[in-house]
């Protein structure tokens, strides 16, 4: 299947399975598992995932095209997606095929959900302190720890779990694991999603004396640190795709409503001074998509994107706060109503600056970088 291909069978999907409404605000477990197993059926969740392995083989620029698409419908649904596809891909990377192929062909089919569980209650954006522990024992590893703000952590079968094997040592000692919820030592908290991305179905989950196979240690300490941060360059990337997707898709619901509603015996969009907003956000949109294009580019081309994906989630979360806000402003008191997406997609956009990174150590690690991106 060809990237065009995929692109149509997205807004396929949309079409017949996400719906415009405040029912996304009330999105259950059962109807989550339905719809992600249709996205599976459509093929999105084996974007990166080798031909040979089931999957389409397409590149992260497919993977950023089809997160935009997603996210302009519903941003937790575009990021419950995503990370399934992610420990898909991962999965297929990492892990020998055979071991790989417990999971593989469930989250391929949307009959298992994955995450990545990197968050814990003490440990954010400082990725490095996480207390979650893997001991030695005849076998594989004995994993205890809690995981707390995981996309896909109320209901995922399989996770990719990254725990200290070194206490104190920080990021040298760092190693990430396979971890299945169906097995003994695993248990799900009963931590409740945001309401705005209700359907990211966020959550978390302890581990207690949870063993992990020797085979199932898919980052070993001393390359796992690394790995995971190149991953979340990826994600600060996509992330900024989602939204621009957001700010896409509430500047078509805008133009398209100022069409047709009428003030003072003409359109909306007669009026000079309402046109600008929408003019306004045009312009933002359009440079945040370049700015997406671009990193997307560098990570195919197997670049080092950390300080380009730092800015474009930056600049691209900055933009989706101001210009959806003011893009519902510019329906009046309908862009409050439940039919339309905008007051959902204003709320995502916060989720947006806090995931896989803030914004404020965004601009930490950027003006880190000023002296060699200026060339001095």
């Known amino acids: 299947m060809n990237e065009e291909q995929l692109t149509a069978r997205t807004r396929e999907f949309i079409g017949l399975h996400v719906v415009q409404s405040a029912d996304l605000l009330r999105t259950e477990p059962a109807l989550g598992r ?8 459509a093929g999105l969740t084996g974007i990166q995932v080798p031909e040979k392995l089931g999957g389409s083989g ?27 596809h992610n420990v898909a891909a991962d999965l297929a990377r990492w892990l020998d095929q055979p071991i790989a192929n417990t999971w593989l062909p469930g989250l391929l089919s949307g009959q298992m959900i994955g995450c990545t569980a990197l968050t814990e209650p003490l440990a954010g954006s400082d990725f490095s302190a996480i207390r979650t522990v893997a001991t030695r024992v005849p076998g594989g590893w004995r994993l205890d720890g809690e995981k707390s703000w995981i996309i896909n952590g109320k209901i995922a079968d399989v996770m990719l779990v990254y725990a200290q094997t070194q206490p104190g040592q920080g990021a040298p000692g760092i190693a ?22 209700a359907s990211s179905f966020t959550g978390g989950f302890h581990l207690k004396a949870y063993i992990a196979h020797e085979a199932e240690l898919i980052h070993p300490p001393g390359t796992a640190f690394s790995r995971a941060l190149a ?23 805008a133009n398209e409503y100022g069409q047709s509603r009428l003030t003072f ?10 046109r600008w907003s929408l003019a306004d956000a045009a312009i933002d949109l359009h440079a945040a998509q370049l700015m997406v294009a671009q990193a997307s580019a ?6 080092d994107a950390q300080d380009l994906a730092a800015k474009t989630k930056v600049f691209a979360t900055r933009m989706a706060q101001r210009h959806i806000a003011a893009l ?18 204003l709320q995502a956009t916060q989720v947006a600056t806090l995931t896989d990174g803030s914004t404020e150590m965004l601009l930490e690690r950027i003006s880190k970088n000023l002296n060699k991106t200026l060339g001095q």
């Open 176 to 197: 990430c694991f396979v971890v299945d919820a169906r097995r003994a030592g695993f248990e799900r908290d009963s931590q409740s999603s945001p309401s705005s991305v």
């Open 231 to 253: 991953s979340i360059n990826g994600a600060r990337v996509y992330v900024a795709a989602m939204c621009c997707g957001m700010v896409a898709e509430s500047l078509r619901i």
């Open 58 to 84: 397409l590149s992260f620029r497919c993977k950023a095209n089809i997160a935009t698409i997603l996210a302009g419908a519903d941003f937790g649904l575009a990021m419950s997606w995503i990370n399934t």
């Open 298 to 303: 560098q990570i195919d081309a197997g670049k």
């Open 328 to 345: 519902m402003h510019a329906l009046g008191a309908q862009g409050l109503r439940d039919t339309y997406p905008l007051m959902r997609h």
């Open 265 to 274: 015996g003409k359109s909306l969009a007669s009026h000079q001074g309402w």
């Open 34 to 41: 339905q719809r992600l197993q249709a996205a599976a059926c």
